[in-house]
């Protein structure tokens, strides 16, 4: 109707000018199309295209170096963007979209190249505080340090936590245990040996805010805990603000970071891993990880859960094939005691398991694809069992089996005890460093070899992650085995946890955490490895690092380009070699636009 039927000599002005525009935008495509498929021009953006992509790179090489030689200007490396402020570099949700999320692949930890990496220092977020103090801390946090409400929001009427004033405070309770943790674990202890010393290290998946880990400390019980990065926001950073130990972490395709029978006692509470899914295979590998004669604890669904009969039995029927002894159902609560010895297997059993082959490592876990097939209590050489194993706290010293496994192992252990005695003492009386007062909670050790460096702070308030790098030799089954915590890591990639989560850093010979193993030729920079130590300390915390005089002056030259202030000193007098050491500190800055 109307102009349609109109000749085109009595079509309006205003229509001509809407039709050839569109006629002439159509037509641009098309010419823009031929000419970038078949003519130099394509070639010629795309190449544009890659070198904008190489001067990124190059940018980031031209950093590095200007840094190393001490020429950067201004002198200190550029802070992040403000939206930056909870950055993990190898869990962040914009790269979860572009993976698969078969087994949870896209929640694990996924790096970018170091030269894809933004090369700048995190700022805190607007109104940061230094946090509270070591055992407050455990009941409150400042709001200001990690204003995010969801779980408060989402989960206050559990008891997990709630906004009060300036503080998120955490009455202790989660969603199995609204009434709290204390109470939880007085229901556990009626089949389990909590207290006594013979459970030490425990494993918390699926942790929430950590108050199960918080709560068993006072039972001499030492959790690591973890989750992913989730909906909820930073569970794991309020447990580490809290002083708890905790990383980032997800079951999902591969082997978690830790060495087989490392944990006495392993929970789960809501933790909605689906233990029985792909042939069980996540049941397999709490297996390789729970010590023979340990406790599994299952809390919530499938346990007795309304509609959940199948996936119920299932797990039952899971536990039976792996010899499990059922110990309690108590409500929603299942125990479980892990036999000592290889038991019933491999004899037949409905799920088809068997046992590894002997070639295969069971406590090599870094970047390890889940196996199907079960870790035998015999392929662990020297005896950790429960019972077998020294009780805590006698364990902390006296030599583990594993760590005879080693050439010269005893003494070399023996040696590394005494040798952290003596230098923790140095630390405390000549160079006054925090250890051992209510500044320091949080420590990680980022080449801890057999744990000594911890040890020797067993008497402090204190928690320490014992790092051991992936490329060297793999001792984190000595450490467990005496009684600490720690995880496997290669420190040419940035660390699971969230910014601002250590109160003090130490690491012994830093440059060989970026060498080829054997090899002088780096892998990576130190520049990169100091920012990211920079990203994981909080604001007026201490790093120290031991290594030769030449490079202990490289580090401050970096060191003064992330911020930190620095003081080099001597080694004890009782110690041989050429060591330096580096004590830095880390200042308090804000960005510019951020109110005092």
Known sequence: MGHHNLPPSKRSPRQWRLLDLVTA??????????????????????????????LSSSDHARLVVAVESGKLHPHHIEPCPADYVDHMPCEDPRRFSQLSREMNFYRERHCPLSEESSLCLIPPPDGYKIPVQWPESLDKIWHSNMPHNKIADR???????????????????????????????????????????????ALDMGCGVASFGGSLLAEGILTMSFAPRDSHKSQIYFALERGIPAFVAMLGTRRLP???????????????????????????????LLRPGGYLVISGPPVQWPKQDKEWADLQAVARALCYDLIAVDGNTVI??????????????????????????PS??????????????????????????TKWPERLTNAPARAALLKNGIDLFVADTFRWERRIAYYKTSLNLKLGTSSVRNVMDMNALFGGFAAALSSDSVWVMNVVPARKPLTLDI???????????????????????????????????????????????????MVEMDRILRPEGTVVVRDS????????????????????????????????????????????????
């Open 549 to 596: 005089p030449e490079v202990i002056d490289r580090i401050d030259r970096i060191a003064h380009a992330v911020r930190w202030s620095t003081s080099i000193h001597g080694q004890e007098p009782e110690s041989h070699g050429r060591e330096k050491i580096l004590v830095a500190n880390k200042i308090l800055w804000r960005l510019p636009s951020a109110s005092n």
């Open 258 to 288: 830790f060495p087989a029978f490392s944990f006495d006692f392993i929970h789960c509470s809501r933790c909605l891993i689906p233990f029985t899914a792909y042939n069980a295979t996540y049941f397999i590998e709490v297996d390789r």
């Open 479 to 529: 450490i467990y085995d005496r009684g600490l915590i720690g995880v496997y890591h290669d420190w040419c990639e940035p660390f699971s946890t969230y910014p601002r989560t250590y109160d003090f850093i130490h690491v012994a010979g830093i440059e060989s955490l970026t060498k080829y193993t054997g090899s002088s030729k780096s892998r990576c920079s130190l520049v990169d490895l």
């Open 364 to 389: 090599s876990a870094w970047y390890f694809k889940l196996k199907k097939c079960v870790t035998g209590a015999s392929f662990v050489r020297g005896d950790s069992a429960i019972g077998a194993i």
């Open 155 to 201: 989960k206050g009427h559990q008891g997990w936590m709630k906004s009060e004033g300036p503080y998120f405070v955490f009455p202790g309770g989660g969603t199995m245990f609204p009434d709290g943790a204390g109470h939880y674990i007085e229901k556990l202890k009626q089949y389990i040996p909590i207290t006594g010393g013979t459970l030490r290290t």
């Open 336 to 361: 479980w005691k892990k036999p000592i010895g290889d038991s019933c297997l491999p004899n037949q059993n409905e799920f088809g398991f068997e046992l590894c082959d002997e070639s295969d490592d």
């Open 25 to 54: 935008f159509l037509f641009g495509i098309v010419i823009l199309f031929f000419l970038l498929v078949l003519t130099p021009l394509g070639d010629s953006l795309a190449a544009s295209g890659r070198q904008s992509l190489l």
